[in-house]
């Protein structure tokens, strides 16, 4: 499994902790993963729109029904119009990409949180890397991005909305915010996750 590497020198076999809080802001938002692929976060725009729309028909079925809770190919224009205007403060939205083969701009993952309620300091957050590039540590990444920006902006809790069946997600809370409680309603499992005890919420 390939796996980020940063320009801090992350140990891949440290602790997941440690590894969360480091891998927040690697090397100014690039990343380099294990096969050589070079990525970089970016703040989402109405200039991702294309990007997103493409990396869409890149998804699985099955990462697409665990997303979306039903396979999504297409997005509607008012969900893509949600999806790339966030304010940075209700709405915080943040996308990986690289460049294929041919040398052109590509999405391959993207992570938000949305406030519950426009006061509210619980925001439910959704995390989506494409298929060819799950398992090499950009959800983790992704995920502590979540929970720095989050902490920054007053909220206290994230809350996660999964499919009982979707063990990388559950795994990731898990070994990454392990503070998280979960409550299964018979077809959602939640996850909320307080952040005062996560390394980023305390140094944010
Ligand atoms: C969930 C998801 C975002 C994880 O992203 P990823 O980049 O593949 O995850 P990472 O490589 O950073 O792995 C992080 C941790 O997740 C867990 N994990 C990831 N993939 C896993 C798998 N296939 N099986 C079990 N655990 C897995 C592991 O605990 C891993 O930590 P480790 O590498 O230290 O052991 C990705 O699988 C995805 O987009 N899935 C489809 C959409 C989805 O389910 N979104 C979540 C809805 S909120």
Do not use: W
């Not at 090397?27 to 703040?43: D, E, K, M, W």
């Amino acid at each position: 499994m390939h796996k980020v590497s940063t320009a801090s020198g992350i140990d891949e076999k440290g602790d997941a902790m440690d590894m969360l809080q480091a891998t927040a802001f690697p090397n100014g938002g690039s990343l380099v993963l294990g096969n050589g692929y070079r990525a970089t976060i970016r703040p989402i725009t109405a200039a991702s729109r294309p990007l997103i729309e493409t990396a869409m028909t890149r998804l699985s079925p099955e990462s697409s029904r665990r997303r979306f809770f039903t396979p999504r190919f297409r997005l509607s224009e008012r969900e893509l119009i949600h999806l790339t205007s966030p304010d940075g403060v209700r709405h915080f939205a943040v996308g990986v990409c690289g460049r294929n083969a041919d040398g052109t701009l590509e999405g391959i993952a993207a992570a938000r949180f949305v406030r519950t309620d426009d006061n509210s300091a619980v925001a439910e957050i959704a995390l989506t890397v494409i298929d060819a590039f799950q398992g090499m540590g950009i959800g983790k990444t992704l995920l502590a991005h979540l929970i720095a920006a989050a902490s920054l902006r007053g909220i206290d809790r994230l809350r996660a909305l999964m499919t009982p069946d979707n063990t990388p997600v559950l795994r990731l809370i898990r070994r990454y915010a392990p503070s998280a409680r979960f409550v299964y309603d018979g077809e959602i499992l939640t996850a909320d996750i307080p952040l005062s005890g996560l390394p980023l919420a305390r140094a944010a």
